[in-house]
């Protein structure tokens, strides 16, 4: 078996948190979230038709990037995963680490006209780790090796004691399940997406969160890293000098511009970031192995954000790829929702950011702290809150 890169840069950050290690990954596991729409719009698609990639199309664009060989991890779901890491081996030979998404919260429950994420995230996991690591559904110690050894647990806090506190034991059983049967974990760590007390410093919340659910966990029931909403520069620092063993790394977000993909990746890295995972945005990228190599070449130090956006747009234009913006327009800064199901996050400036998102002005009732006030929304205004938010998520 070929040696992991995950493996071997997971030891030298841990080593040297100071070393210019990056681990950067694809999350290609949309469809635990999206249905129908996970793999993206389809080359043909037409307004007016709503097409959609299929599943096989999906899986083709996970070969296509995996045999790449420019990321560290690719993250897929479990059905996926029985196609393309036990039918076809497609990792065997590569220094690529495959991984499921574990669990899948009712927050990441984004069917078409769904009603589920309205609600404070509810913790149910419908893979099984020992159909990921071996392809059955009860494996022997020996066959452990064969497939997956790890997955992405997610979490989400809502300020709210009983989903909160079920989150967390939910969370305990699966850590006690995989450190018995030798299965990594990552933890992902999505703001609140319906929080029924207002959070007056999200950011230090969730941090707060993060930095006492981990504290009871120790030897293989740690995460091997975290996986979180960029929050800014002061928000990443206080993280990751909190305590040297704990590798932070970042999610994507929704789609923006190119810019956003590659400032936000750039500014992390600089603020102490060592992982980024990229789903949507690589996933609606005009040219996927381009923009991979881009934020390859970000994450390494070789190339500043505009730098990498005007060579990206001339990689499009090598390959005779129309790209969806202008360079001008795709050199700007938009607002994005960090996660599956939050809000728009502000763009990017030159000053750091490190207040918590912020709702679009007048648009609906806000906390002191600039998120949604569910409570003083009338029905209309939550309507059109929720309309906002599924345009952003499927761009």
């Known amino acids: 078996m070929i040696e992991k890169s995950l493996d071997r840069k997971l030891a030298r950050i841990l080593a040297d948190p100071a070393c210019d290690e990056f681990i950067l990954a694809d999350a290609k596991d949309a469809d635990m979230a999206f249905g129908m729409a996970a793999p993206g719009r389809s080359p043909e698609y037409h307004a007016a038709e709503g097409r959609f990639r299929s599943l096989d199309e999906y899986r083709e664009l996970i070969r296509q990037n995996t045999r790449q060989g420019l990321l560290d991890i ?30 899948d919260t009712t927050d990441l429950w984004l069917a078409q006209g769904g009603v589920y994420p309205k609600e404070p995230s509810r913790p149910f996991r419908s893979a ?75 950011s230090r ?26 929050h800014g520069p002061a928000v990443m620092e206080q993280l990751v000098r909190y305590d040297s063993r704990l590798v932070v790394g970042i999610l994507g977000g929704s789609s923006g511009t190119t810019f956003d993909a590659f400032h936000q990746l750039w500014e992390a890295r600089k603020y102490g970031a060592r992982v980024a995972l990229y789903g949507r945005m690589i996933n609606n990228s005009e040219h996927q192995p381009a923009f991979i190599e881009h934020l390859r070449a970000v994450a390494d130090g070789h190339l500043e954000p505009a730098e990498a956006v005007r060579s990206y747009h001339g990689a499009l234009q090598r390959h005779g790829i129309r790209p969806m913006r202008s360079l001008e327009d795709d050199l700007q800064p938009t607002r994005r929702a960090p996660a599956y199901s939050g809000a728009a996050r502000p763009a990017p400036t030159a000053a ?19 998120r949604p006030d569910f409570a003083r929304m009338t029905n209309a205004q939550k309507i ?3 309309r906002r938010r599924w345009q952003r998520i499927l761009g």
Do not use: W
């Open 74 to 103: 690719m993250l897929i779901s479990a059905g996926n995963a029985e196609v393309l890491v036990f039918e076809e081996r497609l990792f065997d030979q590569s220094h690529i680490t495959p991984a499921i998404r574990a669990n």
């Open 128 to 202: 099984s780790i020992d159909q990921a690591m071996c392809g059955k559904p009860v494996c022997e110690p020996h066959e452990r090796r064969g497939g997956v050894d790890l997955g992405l647990y997610s979490v989400t806090f809502n300020n709210a004691l009983t989903p909160d506190h079920q989150t967390l034991h939910e969370y305990k059983r699966f850590r006690d399940e995989a450190s018995a049967k030798g299965f990594r974990h990552f933890l992902e760590v999505f703001d609140p997406n319906a929080p029924v007390t207002p959070i007056p410093d999200l």
């Open 205 to 230: 919340f969730i941090n707060d969160m993060i930095a006492r659910a981990l504290a009871g966990t120790a030897g293989p029931s740690r995460p091997l890293f975290l996986k979180i909403a960029y």
């Open 352 to 370: 750091a950011t490190t207040g918590p998102p912020a709702a679009p002005e007048g648009a609906y009732p806000t906390t002191p702290d600039g």
């Open 384 to 386: 059109a809150f929720n």
